[in-house]
């Protein structure tokens, strides 16, 4: 079995989508999640973690027939001649509420951690993994956008029923990520689930198909893994998004501007003995630039 990992990580993902709704609020008319203040736009940690979940059920086959499963998704019952959708305490029992087959055989709860709800009591297990809200790196807006539905609202009807869809024109999304090797202890997250965690945040964003997520494609995966129980903190905030003349509302695709991380890398060359190894990723098309020169990648030797 892989070994339980034992240095503390850090992560910034980067991601766009174009004409597209990144994170739609229920509350209010499924409408993107929007800071008003700032003009960005917000997703939820829940979202990003839904994505990995999905692509380790969907493609890596972690459906519970091979020893590896997802605790957290869909799961259904039926009683006479009816489809129930499972609660926790029903999903628990997919494993005969034991919790330590639960960490053996489900990743995401090893990786995200989560509420275990048994029959008399709920077991906590907290998260090596942890994300912020995901932020844009740019201002934007909300365009609103009318159609019409192939069907009539009811019988006897002679127009079909309209829609209304919300979306964002451009967003680069911006999330901060922390792995505490601390947590891990009692979670059991190993590195082999480190390294499905890092092929879900990128294969994950990108295989998220959806009507209303199609566009989204990963732009940036920076993981720095640490000496000790340390960490910067706040990488998407020391990078900046630069579209020179152009107004940053007008921003429509990834040559349109570049990603100064000057600011990144001074803090990581400040604390170049705290940092044991760094992997980069990046999309071929992102332009990134240090004290006015492009670079092509983050790496410790060049620190």
């Not at 910034?12 to 597209?20: P, R």
């Not at 129930?84 to 029992?93: F, H, L, Q, S, W």
């Not at 997250?189 to 990963?218: V, Y």
């Not at 579209?243 to 040559?255: D, H, I, L, S, Y």
Request: glycine share 8%.
């Amino acid at each position: 079995m892989s070994q339980i990992i034992d240095k503390r990580s850090e992560i910034l993902f980067l991601y766009d989508i174009e004409n597209a709704n990144p994170n739609g609020d229920p509350i209010n008319e499924n409408r993107p999640r929007f800071d008003t203040e700032s003009s960005t736009v917000l997703v939820t940690d829940v979202r990003l973690k839904r994505s990995i979940r999905d692509y380790w059920y969907e493609y890596k086959g972690f459906n519970g027939r091979n020893g590896t499963d997802v605790f957290v998704r869909e799961t259904k019952y039926s009683e006479g001649d009816k489809e129930y959708i499972k609660d926790g305490k029903r999903r628990a029992k997919d494993f005969n509420e034991q919790v330590d087959d639960i960490l053996k055989t489900c990743v995401d709860i090893r990786v995200f951690g989560g509420v275990i709800p048994l029959s008399n009591a709920s077991i906590t297990r907290l998260g090596p993994v942890q994300f912020q809200m995901g932020r844009s790196l740019n201002k934007t807006e909300i365009i609103e956008e009318q159609g019409t539905g192939a069907f009539a609202a009811s019988s006897g009807k002679t127009q079909s029923t309209f829609r209304t869809e919300y979306k964002v024109p451009y967003a680069v999304i911006g999330f901060n990520g922390i792995i505490n090797e601390k947590s891990a202890q009692y979670s059991l997250m190993t590195n082999e689930d480190k390294e499905l965690l890092k092929e879900g945040i990128w294969e994950g964003t990108k295989a998220l198909i959806s009507r209303s997520k199609f566009g989204q494609t990963p732009l940036m995966l920076l993981v720095i893994d640490y000496n000790g129980p340390f960490y910067i903190g706040s990488l998407r905030q020391r990078i900046k998004l630069e579209t020179g003349e152009m107004n940053e509302m007008q921003v429509r695709n990834v040559n349109d501007y570049r990603i100064d991380v000057t600011e990144l890398l001074n803090e990581l060359k400040a604390n170049k003995e705290k940092i044991d190894s760094i992997e980069f990723r990046a999309d071929s098309r992102l332009q990134l630039v240090y004290n006015g020169h492009s670079i092509s990648k983050i790496s410790k030797d060049e620190l």
